[in-house]
């Protein structure tokens, strides 16, 4: 079986990096009868949770906090992974969803590795240089770090190279291309 970790955000740039995922799962399954098993990870960024959850808010304590803003990530990530799945579905691919909690880069990575994955296929943007000074690089991050190739798909002017990090454009079709 091959498997694709795809992440997930709940992003549009996601949403499509996911689509065209089962989009090339499905030509790869077709032309080389090869078993394909994706996999919608949604990571709940723990730190994030947490900070919203410290931050002054008069009545409310912290643990309700935490727990109101953990309960709707798990409710916003759901919602996105249904989908996923869903489009899997009608396209004939089957689409495994997780959510997981913590650093999304070291969640991502967890996952293709404990998985075995095949590759990871991601959303990416461009950033401009002070936001990547204050916020980094998710995909160049998971692609520094994976056991895996990483695809990525979207738009990326990086000026670093990363061996394990493949760029394609944003709306790049896989439905036309014979493997």
Known sequence: ????????????????????????????????????ALTALYVVNAALVEHA????????????????????????AREHLEK????????????????????PVAEIVKEAAESKAYMIMMGSHERTSLSELFFGNLTEDVAKKAPCPVVAI?????KVHVPNLRVLPFGFSFKNIEI
């Not at 304590?61 to 709707?72: H, Y």
């Not at 979207?154 to 990086?158: F, L, P, Q, Y």
């Open 1 to 36: 079986m091959t498997l694709i970790v795809i992440p997930i955000n709940g992003s549009r740039l996601s949403m499509n990096a996911a689509k065209q995922a089962i989009s090339w799962a499905k030509v790869v399954k077709k032309s080389n009868d090869v078993d394909i």
């Open 53 to 76: 959850a410290s931050a002054p808010r008069g009545f409310f304590d912290a643990t309700f906090l935490k727990g109101e803003i953990t309960k709707r990530a798990e409710d916003n």
């Open 154 to 158: 979207g738009i990326s002017k990086s």
């Open 84 to 103: 996923i799945k869903e489009i899997g579905e009608k396209e004939g691919i089957k689409v495994e969803t997780k959510i997981r909690y913590g650093d």
